[in-house]
């Protein structure tokens, strides 16, 4: 691997350090298995890669607490195991199986967990963001301090719903973290032929918003702005807005040849800023970790994987039934 | 273990394609993220990565090879310590069950030659004989359903365009805000997308939002959160996720208002499985159904109509009073023909009715109430006494509600109908300014009177 600079010194523990490792190796992991179920026709329809962006979830969760709440658009898998989903689950929801979170019947892009606070997955650019102002509207009505991390793109950004939402939680004070997922191209159109502006986190200003630009490839410096956005929501300021630049190694989504860049700029990327590899510096130069430990973490992590893997094959397909349930309910739903 | 190398789908079509050119060669050592070929499907030239780390230990299809299957094995990875002998003892994945959907049994096709289903209506009286009852307009109906409704439950809140210090643009919320304050009666900026998505996240944190459009016909801005978030979250969640909220607020013509504020959007929410859609005519209804609304689990759309605020009717005096959700009203028994309507509608076939009667022609009047669901029952029983059907709404022609009723008649009461049945609706025209205009492009009473005079050949 060639070398990264390690511009960011180490204010995590080995125990924080080795977390962050796990965490985005399961990830990376996850989606490379899920890439290669969807190449033998496991996985349908679409199917959107997280690989490459794994430091942005994993350094905000680190900034929550229990009971704080996420909602995110379609390039989700990383979102639900980074909030501690079950990646049998997640996987055998790719495959539409019944062992899945929907039990099958939403998919990759469509998956829910009451229990982890996760509501979505929403295959609809832009609109999971008015929701996730919602959701902090119901926390500051119920008078608690959770924050709602609600995060979509830079193509997202551009939709006219986000700048109803930024006008309405800045005037309610709403505890909602803005989370931008930056990595630069909406499907195959690269920011700058799409933005006006390039500096998304100035948008809020016109409302008040405080934003800030982070570098997502960097987990430490995800989390420190996590923190401080999740202080300033949690002590009823209102909403903030992290720009997280980001970067995305696979295509669109499955079927995208990735045409609109060029082979040299995804490698440069993958060799210069991983965030993975940049914390496996962290703890073998801070000798934090011996590779053998880093071994082990990852023959662990292939288990889990190749576990899930194995379930949701195995994993039967939705009882015929399943397609006339849960379009109503008779009982109140449970959702806090 | 050595492992085989498939050939990958890399669309939700692709079946077969083109190994246009390998990227390494046996032998070569590749980590997962390394490009190992280039195929190309019907649409693209896509970039092949490596998932798993090894050696390359065969190349079985040569670059080049078009019409390679998905699934098939394209090479061989090696794992540490294996040599390209072991490759007769790789196991061959077993190829995805994509075949496994066609296996599940075909679905039944509905209503398979069998006997339609015997109608069995529920007729009961909204509210117990004997009941005292006062006037009330639709307006007071309405306001005060919701204010029942808020003191019942802390987290029942309104929320719109001018629903709290202007006391709502039709007065439907008068005296809420004093009530209930700010933190429950809230305006909103005009941003029906925006506050229609907020509602609905709102909903799914665990509160029961009244969502209240000033018009329905602004709520075409928030229709995506209404219809792909509302109403689909509870299905795509496996059943975990439910979205207790009401819509609410004026829909249909108004007067002289034009194309743009004149729509009634019963026919196009009644299409949508996960939303409950309700319509009523009169203040009893408003009142009983809006109740039901605020208590049901689902996302419910409730279609009122600026034109009936003002109207007065009987409601029960009672602590309580809530009508059920998929129970039509008949409002008038008769036995040569049944006229089916809901919402404003019901004005025209109420005076329609009286007009037959002076002619003894005895007409049955239902008022459907909420047209999702829908109580085809009571309709059933009715055309299977009277023969003859005609429906009445303000919408427009195409794919309606009455479309619909005829053609669940034709299903479960072929053998019963004495005439075609006639639906009145709007016209197929957006709605003009000029009055003699507007009133042409709505249906009338005269026009039921015409249809039922030709259904029943008199």
């Given amino acids: 691997m060639a070398a990264r600079k390690t511009t960011s010194k180490s204010n995590a523990s080995a125990e924080e350090l080795k977390a962050f490792y796990h965490d985005m190796l399961l990830i990376r992991r996850f989606e490379e298995k899920a890439g290669q179920l969807y190449g033998m026709g496991l996985i349908g329809g679409f199917c959107h890669l997280y690989i490459g962006q794994e430091a942005v979830v994993v350094g905000l969760e680190a900034a929550a607490k229990d009971g704080d709440k996420r909602i995110t658009t379609y390039r989700d898998h990383g979102h639900m195991l980074a909030c501690g989903m079950d990646p049998n689950g997640v996987m055998a929801e790719l495959t539409g199986r019944e062992g899945g979170y929907s039990r099958g019947k939403g998919g990759s892009m469509h998956m829910f967990s009451t229990e982890k606070h996760f509501y979505g997955g929403h295959g609809i650019v832009g609109a999971n963001v008015p929701l996730g102002a919602g959701l902090a509207f119901s926390d500051k009505y119920k008078g608690n301090d959770n924050v709602t991390f609600t995060y979509f793109g830079d193509g997202a950004a551009n939709q006219g719903q986000v700048y109803e939402t930024f006008n309405m939680a800045a005037l309610w004070d709403l505890p909602v973290i803005f989370v931008i997922e930056n990595n630069q191209y909406a499907m195959g159109t690269s920011q700058q032929r799409s933005t006006s502006s390039p500096d998304i986190y100035h948008r809020g200003e016109a409302f008040g918003i405080p934003g800030e630009m982070v570098d997502g490839m960097d987990v430490l410096a995800v989390r420190d702005a996590g923190q401080k956005a999740v202080d300033h929501c949690r002590a009823g300021k209102g909403p903030y807005i992290l720009e997280i630049k980001t970067y995305r190694y696979r295509g669109h989504s499955m079927s995208d040849p990735a045409k609109y860049r060029t082979r040299e700029e995804v490698q440069k990327m993958r060799d210069e800023k991983d965030a993975i590899e940049h914390v496996r510096d962290l703890l073998l130069t801070g000798k934090h970790a011996t590779e053998e430990d880093l071994k082990a973490i990852d023959k662990e992590i292939k288990k889990v994987v190749n576990a899930s893997a194995e379930f949701a094959k195995e994993s039967p397909e939705p009882d015929p039934k399943e397609l006339w349930t849960d379009i109503y309910t008779d009982i109140a739903p449970q959702n806090a | ?458």
Avoid at chain 2, 45 to 68: R, Y
Avoid at chain 2, 132 to 141: D, I, L, M, P, S
Avoid at chain 2, 290 to 296: E, F, N, P, Q, V
Avoid at chain 2, 445 to 454: C, G, I, K, S
Wanted: net charge negative; charged share 25%; aromatic share 6%.
């Fill in chain 2, 1 to 458: 273990m050595a492992t085989e190398i498939l050939m990958p789908a890399l669309s939700p079509t692709m079946e077969e394609g083109t190994l246009a050119k390998w990227l390494v060669k046996e032998g070569d050592t590749v980590v997962s993220g390394d490009i190992m070929a280039e195929i190309e499907t019907d649409k693209a030239t896509m970039e092949f990565e490596a998932v798993d780390e090894g050696v390359i230990g065969k190349i079985l299809i040569a670059e080049g090879t078009e019409g390679v299957k998905v699934n098939t094995a394209i090479a061989v990875l090696l794992e540490e310590g294996e040599s390209a002998d072991d490759i007769s003892a790789a196991p061959a994945e077993k190829a995805a069950p994509a075949a496994a959907a066609a296996e599940a049994p075909a679905p039944t096709a509905p209503a398979k030659a069998a006997a339609p289903a015997a109608p069995k209506p529920d007729l009961s009286p909204d509210w117990p004989e004997g009941t005292e009852t006062k006037k009330q307009t639709v307006r007071e109906a309405l306001n005060t359903a919701m204010a029942e409704e808020m003191r019942r439950r802390e987290d029942v809140f309104i929320m719109g365009e001018e629903v709290a210090e202007y006391q709502g643009a039709y007065k439907i919320t008068q005296n809420l805000l004093e009530e209930f304050g700010k933190k429950r009666v809230i305006d909103t900026p005009i941003t029906e997308h925006g506050f229609a998505g907020i509602g609905v996240g709102a909903a799914l944190g665990g509160l029961r939002p009244i969502i209240e459009f000033m018009t329905w016909n602004f709520a075409m801005q928030a229709i995506d959160q209404i219809i792909n978030s509302a109403a689909k979250t509870l299905y795509m969640s496996g059943g975990q996720m439910g979205c207790p909220i009401v819509f609410r607020g004026p829909n249909g013509a108004a007067a002289r208002v034009g194309a743009q504020h004149s729509q009634d959007y019963a026919a196009w929410y009644a299409q949508i499985p996960g939303l409950k859609v309700v319509q009523p005519y009169s203040a009893s209804d408003a009142k009983g159904l809006l109740k039901s609304a605020i208590r049901d689990p689902n996302p419910v759309i409730f279609l009122e109509n600026e034109i009936l605020y003002g109207r007065s009717f009987d409601v029960p005096v009672m602590d309580d009073f809530t009508v059920p959700f998929g129970k039509a009203r008949v409002w008038r028994e008769g036995t040569d023909v049944t006229i089916v309507s809901f919402g404003i509608g019901m004005t025209y076939a109420l005076e329609a009715a009286e007009k037959l009667a002076e002619d003894g022609i005895d007409a049955e009047v239902i008022d459907l109430r909420t047209l999702r669901p829908i109580d085809y029952d009571t309709v059933i029983a009715s055309v299977m006494k009277t023969n003859r059907c005609v429906t009445v709404e303000e919408g427009w022609p195409v794919a309606s509600i009455g479309n619909h009723i005829s053609a669940t008649l034709m299903q479960r009461a072929f053998d019963y109908l004495d005439a075609p049945v006639i639906n009145c609706t709007g016209k197929d025209v957006p709605m003009p300014y000029a009055a003699n205009l507007e009133k042409l492009a709505l249906t009338s009473t005269a026009e039921v009177v015409d249809a039922v005079r030709q259904v029943t050949y008199r």
